[in-house]
């Protein structure tokens, strides 16, 4: 196994054994790219209140609720083959 990483004082392996772990892993550095491609900074900026990042998460949580609805919605209704 490679050298560490430092994340915050932590250090963290760079694999996990565990696969999902892992998997989880490298998604959340996927998704930390992107969002510092497209918004130019990192979640350790400053200029944002607690209160702003409160409301940040409600509102990713009410995606997250209508994500899941539909998801529910799909499940509880049978197919619609005639559009085929």
Avoid at 19 to 37: D, H, N, Y
């Amino acid at each position: 196994m490679s050298e560490p990483i430092d994340f915050y004082g932590v250090a963290w392996p760079q694999e996990c054994a565990d696969p999902i772990v892992e998997t989880v892993r490298q998604k959340l550095k996927a998704r930390s790219e992107v969002g510092i491609a497209k918004y130019g900074h990192t979640l350790a900026r400053t200029d944002l209140s607690r209160l702003d990042w409160l409301r940040h998460a409600q509102e990713e949580a009410m995606d997250l609720a209508l994500y899941l609805q539909k998801l529910i919605d799909l499940e509880m209704s049978p197919p619609d083959w005639s559009a085929a």
